[in-house]
């Protein structure tokens, strides 16, 4: 009997996708935000099916998507329907965001004025979960060595002027989550005395600044005022940096006072009154109740 022919194997050539993918990129990141963009595009609920074929994605990888997203509040599901839409979460954010540009592009002259009258460098932070991060700074541009603080800076909330003065403004619960953990010394001035932070959170409310002189760095002081907007919701924080022998411990009364004249003003563009009704704004004196 012969043998059944061989058949020929024929060989296909595989050709490398060229690939767009930064080294540093997160894939699951970027899905992630195509997910939420589809959504915020079709301004309706949508199912998995039709965002799965929009995206050119697997049905089971958008659902795990879908679920770590519902998880953090960014998606919600509709019961009824099963479909998904836009969460609360990201109108929380997106309003804070829109605040938060807000009050820059509000704060940039401020930062200048500060700069130029008190010859300082003026730093404008903003709460993220309820601690601070620098968003914008007028550097000193007067001193032989200019003191200088980057945006994207995040100051510690037990021994920084900014971060015990957005501490003041959180709820109790969030004061004690914050200061439950270890709280670090930067140098052997800095507060991490938990009682001792929290007994200080009051006076920061009522006098409406605070200030750390030597507690981030050696010679180097920072007096912060609070920005309001809405009444009484905490906006941002208005500063200057320098060093101790400029800002002194306790901080002069016209530092202070500008500082809050120029922060009063801010909130009142913000729709906020608590300077005028504490009576701040006016030039105050500064007693020395808290080093």
């Not at 929290?198 to 609070?226: F, K, Q, S």
Request: hydrophobic letters at 40%; charged letters at 25%; glycine letters at 4%.
């Amino acid at each position: 009997m012969p043998a059944a022919p061989k058949k020929k194997l024929k060989v296909v050539k595989v050709e490398a996708v060229p690939t767009s993918r930064k080294p540093n990129s997160v894939e699951a990141v970027k899905v992630a935000m195509r997910m939420l963009n589809e959504m915020a595009l079709a301004r309706r609920a949508m199912r998995i099916t039709e965002l799965a074929d929009l995206m050119g994605e697997t049905k089971p990888r958008i659902h795990r998507h879908l679920a770590t997203l519902k998880e953090m509040g960014m998606v919600e599901q509709e019961h009824a329907t099963e479909r998904y839409r836009l969460g609360w979460r990201l109108f929380q954010l997106g309003e804070a965001a829109g605040a938060q540009f807000d009050l820059r592009y509000r704060a940039e002259p401020y930062l200048v004025k500060l700069r130029d009258e008190l010859r300082q460098t003026a730093v404008l932070a903003i709460p993220i979960n309820d601690q601070p991060m620098v968003i914008a700074t007028s550097d000193n541009i007067y001193a032989r060595i200019c003191i200088s603080v980057k945006p994207g800076n995040r100051p510690l909330p037990h021994c920084s002027a900014f971060g015990r003065l957005m501490l003041a403004y959180s709820s109790e619960q969030t004061q004690q989550n914050l200061l439950s953990q270890t709280l670090i010394a930067e140098t052997h001035h800095s507060l991490t005395d938990r009682q001792a932070v929290l007994d200080r959170l009051p006076h920061i409310r009522e006098r409406m600044y605070d200030y750390a002189a030597g507690e981030m760095m050696v010679g180097i002081n920072t007096v912060v005022v609070p920005i309001f907007r809405d009444d009484h919701v905490l906006a941002g924080a208005l500063g200057i940096v320098g060093s101790v022998q400029e800002i002194p411990d306790p901080p002069l009364p016209s530092q202070i006072d500008l500082l809050q004249r120029y922060a009063q003003e801010l909130s009142t563009q913000l729709k906020s009154n608590a300077y005028q009704r504490l009576g701040l704004g006016n030039p105050i004196s500064v007693e020395r109740s808290i080093a």
